[in-house]
């Protein structure tokens, strides 16, 4: 007798245990479905959240190397020219660049160091259009650079420089926060 009760007790338990499984299985399966269709809805739209952020802040620093570009003291100084100096590091601050800097035709830089063999300053010069550098190690971090040319007269004079971190992408995403 008690041999069938212990086994209807462990019947019982096997169906109490394959039930449980059954249901969590289940409940996976429907929570699964629920965060597909959440991500579903909320991945476009962050994707273009993130898109027109990092867009927004590119034109920021595009515009100011531009104006920096336009101006007389980046068209008619040295690179390494004192009065250059403050109105580098203002540009570098007021829009969240690490630094800027100028280049000259011949890729003389603010550094004191000539890049003229760097495709990012190859590029710029060549194509007389705005460039951003894969990401490089400047020595200290890895960053962008972002280069605008100085055209004078028609000819390529150099370039503006800017560099960002290259963590800004991330920063910009981080930042991003989702309503209800």
Do not use: H
């Amino acid at each position: 007798m008690k041999s069938i009760k212990s086994k209807i007790q462990i019947s019982m338990l096997s169906v109490m245990l394959i039930g449980s499984m059954l249901i969590g299985v289940i409940t996976a399966f429907l929570n699964a479905s629920g965060i597909d269709s959440m991500m579903t809805k909320t991945l476009g739209p962050a994707t273009q959240m993130a898109a027109d952020a990092v867009e927004w802040r590119m034109d920021s620093y595009w515009t100011a190397l531009e104006e920096a570009a336009a101006s007389d003291i980046f068209r008619e100084s040295d690179p390494m020219a004192p009065e250059l100096v403050p109105v580098r590091e203002d540009i570098a601050v007021r829009n969240g660049f690490l630094y800027t800097g100028k280049m000259d035709a011949e890729g003389f830089s603010s550094t004191g160091y000539s890049y003229a063999g760097e495709d990012y300053f190859q590029q710029c010069k060549a194509s007389g259009k705005p460039y951003i550098s894969d990401i490089i190690n400047d020595g200290q971090q890895l960053i962008f650079l972002l280069e605008v040319p100085i055209i004078t007269d028609g000819r390529f004079d150099g370039v503006v420089y800017g560099g960002i971190d290259a963590g800004f992408l991330s920063e910009i995403v981080v930042g991003l926060a989702m309503g209800g």
